[in-house]
């Protein structure tokens, strides 16, 4: 889905963050979207948790079936989530249950993104420097492929300067940016190792 595959690199962002990126864009991407993401996270942290160590006491309907009680509760536990993403305090609270991931979870499940293996390599990068010709090459044609449509980006969207872009043509091109980026640090890496590589043989 576009408005998800055009996302930024996420340098710099906080997993709490980068969910909250997600999130916001979920709910306003498809109506009835936050209720759902809500209700399927909790879900997920009621099943994983046990009672006695939640730190979230989130509303449950004393009867499942009922429709108009899944309603209420789930309009509370909104304003919960809300509150999570909004308010440093608030979340600095609950983050010893890592709320963000179930909510995550959640956002992965009802949109099939790819969020839960952004946050992995966020947490626990793997760190893969091509060395052989063969990977080279590679990085060299994702480099350049990522580099030119960047650049195309720019020669559109600063013509006239930007205040006559929309907000999604300068995310779009923000998150174009910071892949190349990423891409020509990939670059320097394989470089680096090489010289260190070379240095440590010496």
């Known amino acids: 889905m576009k408005v998800f595959s055009m996302r930024p690199a996420f340098h710099g ?6 969910v909250a990126w997600y999130y916001d864009r979920a709910w306003n991407t498809m109506t ?22 939640r730190t979230i006491k989130f509303n449950l ?3 499942p079936d009922d429709g108009d009680q899944f309603l209420q509760c789930n309009k509370k536990n909104i304003k919960i989530i809300d509150d999570f993403f909004a308010d440093n305090s608030v979340r600095s609270k609950h983050f010893r249950d890592n709320m963000e991931i179930f909510i995550a979870r959640a956002i992965d499940e009802i949109f099939e993104t790819d969020i839960c ?34 650049v195309n980006d720019c ?8 205040t006559d872009d929309s907000d999604e043509d300068l995310e779009i091109l923000e998150s174009k940016l910071l892949s190349a980026r990423e891409m020509l640090d990939k670059n320097v890496g394989a470089i680096e190792h090489e010289l260190t590589r070379r ?3 010496n």
């Open 13 to 18: 962002y906080s997993s709490s963050s980068i």
């Open 155 to 162: 020669v559109r969207v600063f013509r006239n300067g930007l």
């Open 117 to 150: 293996e952004v946050l992995k390599q966020h947490l626990f990068p793997e760190r893969v420097v091509p060395h052989t010709e063969d990977q080279l090459d590679e990085l060299l044609m994702e480099t350049n492929s990522s580099y030119t449509a960047a």
């Open 199 to 201: 240095k440590t043989k």
């Open 61 to 63: 309907p004393e009867n």
């Open 32 to 53: 009835g979207a936050k209720r759902a993401i809500v209700a399927r996270a909790v879900d997920l942290y009621i099943g994983d948790i046990a009672e006695e160590y």
